[in-house]
């Protein structure tokens, strides 16, 4: 009986609740994800930290060409705000005369101020007030030349004294003052000029330069007059 109940007294085996070796494997993997998050949590503030350089550098660099340009703006104002009407003939007449038109392009003084003088053939067809494609190299260094300037620009159209009557023209007047604005609308438009620096007058024949019958004479009535209007004014 003795050896009966110390068979049944026999301690169990013990169980160790499994295998744990599988921890070990999860902790390095953890490891490595935090590893992993760490670094890019480095790389993004390393490139954060560049990228705020960089935009600094980029700020100093546009403030610098800005201040330029401000400095630049304000001394070519400043050069050509004190231009008197002499010294502003002078600069114009310089400028047309680099680009060889000083034999199409007429350059005077008087008392409404510098006068540029564009005969018809080079602007208009006869009896008409759009702009030839010829006219342009004129306007263009006209235009260069006005938008550089603060004054106000007169264009005043004139024609010669024989009649003209039309469906688009009833008389002189009215085709003199469409190629005033002709001009204007190129000039405004082409090189961005403020309209309100721009006053159109169509003088018809009342202002000729010659008074003659002949035909070259009476050609030279037929012009557009640009007009850098004394800042004394």
Do not use: C
Request: net charge positive; charged share 30%.
């Amino acid at each position: 009986m003795r050896s009966r109940k110390h068979r049944l007294r026999r301690p169990k085996r013990r169980e160790d609740g499994g295998n744990v070796k599988w921890l070990v494997t999860f902790a390095d993997l953890i490891t490595l994800i935090l590893v992993f998050f760490v670094l890019l949590f480095s790389m993004s503030h390393i490139n954060s930290s560049k990228f705020q350089k960089l935009v600094g550098s980029m700020d100093k660099t546009l403030a610098s060409e800005k201040t330029k340009d401000v400095h630049s703006k304000e001394s070519q104002g400043e050069v050509q705000s004190t231009m008197n009407s002499d010294e502003l003939l002078a600069y114009i007449k310089g400028k047309l005369k680099k680009n060889n038109l000083d034999d199409k392009i007429a350059a005077k003084k008087d008392s409404r101020g510098v006068v540029l003088v564009l005969q018809e053939q080079i602007l208009f067809p006869t009896g008409e007030a759009s702009l030839v494609s010829e006219s342009r190299p004129f306007l263009n260094k006209i235009g260069e030349i006005i938008k550089e300037l603060p004054n106000v620009i007169r264009v005043e159209g004139h024609t010669d004294k024989r009649p003209i009557r039309n469906s688009y023209y009833p008389s002189n007047w009215e085709l003199s003052t469409a190629r005033a604005s002709s001009v204007i609308q190129y000039l405004s438009e082409t090189y961005n000029i403020n309209s309100s620096r721009f006053v159109a007058i169509g003088y018809g024949d009342t202002k000729p330069l010659k008074i003659s019958n002949q035909e070259e004479e009476m050609k030279k009535n037929r012009r557009v007059e640009i007009v850098i209007s004394d800042l004394n004014n």
